[in-house]
């Protein structure tokens, strides 16, 4: 699905986000990164979500060099890739109807999704994905009264509308309470897994990381400092990933719970 050869990312001259980054992802993988913040984790997402192009280096999204596309080729690829973010990008005001639908601007032609501001358009479709992540009767709900938890399911099920073969999480539960973060990234997997999606979820919770994810991939200043199952991550591993971060000099540097899964009281690691 992804092949990066030394993908780099370099702001302003100076600045290396991303160094040299070696990855491979399958189709219908799922896979959830973390490290300190900097590490260069929403660097790597904007580059697999085709947002910014990396500054050296090869990155193929299914075999497509995805460094040289411009214009309608870059924008049809970028559709077959859904992205879900922490600030959702939701529009407060309008109904949850009309939120939920602009998953397929993308893929509409102009006129219909201008109409679909006025007329839900697809309404049904709309109803199907809220009912996929729970909350079906929000349909003609003011999106600015949902809560936050809600409005982040809004935003899978707009993604869900979007139907993208990947779906790309960037701290998608950092706004939401922990016992509802489980949730949600536990709903996000189910999804994927029955939709066969491929899964790449940006984590400050190490617990949901290993908790949920068959990999685990530690980032640590731009590069990999781990790929591992979530069962082969030792405490070792995460020492090293966190090692001088805020979290150490706290002493939260988060280690292996046991038993997992779901220790979801524990607070986020800084951001
Ligand atoms: N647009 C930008 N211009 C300049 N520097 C940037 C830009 N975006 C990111 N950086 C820098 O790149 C590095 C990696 O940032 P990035 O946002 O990728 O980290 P992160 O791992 O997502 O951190 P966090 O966990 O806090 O979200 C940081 O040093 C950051 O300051
Ligand atoms: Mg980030």
């Known amino acids: 699905m992804y092949l990066l050869d030394r993908v780099s990312k370099v ?15 399958r189709r219908g993988e799922k896979l959830a990164m973390i490290g300190q913040s900097g590490a260069g984790k929403t660097t790597l997402f904007r580059m697999l979500n085709l947002t910014i192009p990396p500054t050296s280096g090869t990155l ?14 870059l924008r049809e690829v970028r559709r077959r890739i859904g992205t879900v973010y922490q600030q959702h990008n939701l529009v407060p005001r309008l109904q949850v109807v009309h939120n939920v639908l602009s998953g397929k601007l993308g893929a509409w032609p102009l006129w219909r999704a201008v109409r679909s501001l006025i007329r839900p358009a697809e309404a049904e479709l709309a109803y199907e994905a809220l009912s996929q992540v729970g909350i079906p009767e929000k349909l003609y709900d003011r ?17 869900l509308v979007q ?13 939401v309470d922990p016992a509802l973060a489980a949730g949600i990234v536990k709903l996000l997997i189910e999804l994927s897994e029955t939709y066969r999606k491929t899964l790449i979820m940006n984590l400050h919770s190490v617990d949901l990381a290993l908790a949920h994810f ?9 590069k990999i400092s781990f790929d591992l199952p979530a069962a082969e991550v030792t405490d070792d591993h995460l020492a090293t990933l966190y090692a001088g971060s ?8 988060p280690s292996r719970a046991e038993p997992h899964p779901v220790r979801s009281c524990q607070p986020h690691l800084t951001s």
């Open 246 to 253: 805020e979290a150490e000099t706290a002493e939260e540097v």
């Open 143 to 159: 999106t600015e009264t949902l809560s936050g938890g809600q409005q982040q399911r809004v935003a899978i099920a707009r993604t």
């Open 11 to 25: 702001f302003d001259g100076r600045t290396i986000a991303v160094n040299e980054l070696d990855l491979k992802v």
């Open 214 to 222: 068959p990999r685990v991939i530690g980032l640590r200043d731009g």
């Open 60 to 73: 193929l999204f299914d075999r497509l060099d995805i460094g040289r596309l411009a214009g309608r080729r």
């Open 163 to 175: 139907n993208p073969e990947v779906i790309l999480a960037d701290e998608p539960v950092s706004s």
